[in-house]
């Protein structure tokens, strides 16, 4: 895979996981976008509960893009119950305005409808870009996340789900499906609803030559990105012996693998790290945590080594 910090064209920021008053969310999809836009976002990705209560929305948010502004068109998909028995929240960016709908007429499972699978291998073969959303709030086992096998990535960060539950973290079901073999990518959003301090929490810094919904819709799916809630992470060069990292002021970096393998490195305003390889002897992957002195996080996706 091609390095996302030394690949062509720029960072862009996005959030992937919001909502509007098309489903349960307060605001207004233009409202939505416009915030964001302010907040200095690239893009954002409106993903309303496709629902039969909201009359399953594919919201357009194409007439609210503007100079330096895009958007993804996308929903968060529930159908089939998870192991626990509560409905599948699926999260799907790019995916086509005429995606048909199943039959998931409410938040509870009802007989014969899709399976959380199912309907997420119909969207990714519609083109989206598909994730598990948010595995501690939704109380997700590892054999659900297993099945889910049409997913690009896992919600690591849901800053709703923080704000909102303290259950915001994916990082645990992520760690488990790369030290598996799988690969996902690791994404962190907001799942904004602006019904409390649910915004501009997590989102993702995507590469892409152009800040257009193609070019940030095949950088996501190639795991092109990194996630933040404030830091900058610049570089990550994986040498035989160290890992070496760039990033915006940082009081630790850290470098996890699989099992129990991490190691930290701390300090005051560091803009470089050297984290030697040697306790990741017996790990295939690596991925890369910056914390800055508000305890602010970014996180690379995982490296395979
Ligand atoms: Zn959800
Ligand atoms: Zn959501």
């Known amino acids: 895979m091609q390095d996302v910090f030394t690949a062509p064209g720029r960072f862009y920021r996005g959030n992937l996981h919001t909502h509007s008053d098309r489903s ?29 209560i909201y009359d399953y929305p594919i919201v357009d948010t194409r007439p609210f893009r503007a100079p330096g502004f895009t958007t993804l068109l996308g929903a968060e998909l529930h159908s089939g119950p998870m192991a626990n028995g509560d409905l599948w ?12 709908p199943g039959n998931a007429p409410h938040f509870r499972a009802v007989p014969g409808q899709e399976t959380g699978p199912e309907i997420a291998a119909r969207a990714a073969a519609a083109g989206a870009f598909v994730a598990v959303a948010h595995p501690h709030w939704s109380g997700l086992t590892l054999e659900d996340a297993r099945s889910l096998t049409a997913a690009h990535a896992v919600e690591i960060y849901n800053h709703g789900c923080h704000t ?6 994916g990082f645990v079901i992520a760690d488990l499906l790369l030290s598996e073999g ?25 590469k892409a030559e152009a800040n ?46 699989q099992a129990t393998a991490a190691v930290a490195v701390n300090g005051q305003s560091m803009t470089r790290a050297s984290i030697r390889r040697d306790r990741f002897a017996a790990s295939p992957w690596l991925r890369v945590t910056v914390i800055d002195a508000a305890g602010r996080r970014a996180w690379s996706n995982a490296y395979w080594v």
Not at 25 to 52: K, M, N, Q, S
Request: with cysteine; net charge negative; hydrophobic share 40%.
């Open 164 to 169: 909102g539950a303290d259950r915001g973290d």
């Open 89 to 100: 929240h699926i999260l799907a960016v790019g995916l086509p305005e005429e995606f048909a």
């Open 24 to 52: 349960d969310g307060v605001l207004t999809p233009e409202e939505v976008c416009r915030r964001y836009r302010a907040e200095g976002y690239d893009f954002l990705a409106l993903t309303d509960h496709f629902i039969g």
């Open 182 to 206: 799988r690969r996902p990518s690791l994404i962190a959003t907001d799942d904004a609803h602006f019904t409390e301090p649910d915004h501009f929490g997590g989102w993702v810094m995507v």
């Open 212 to 257: 257009e919904p193609e070019a940030l819709l095949a950088a996501l799916k190639a795991g092109m990105f990194y996630s933040s809630q404030g830091p900058e992470i610049r570089g990550i060069d994986i040498t035989k012996t160290t890992v070496e990292v760039q990033c915006s002021a940082a009081v630790t970096v850290i470098v996890q693998g």
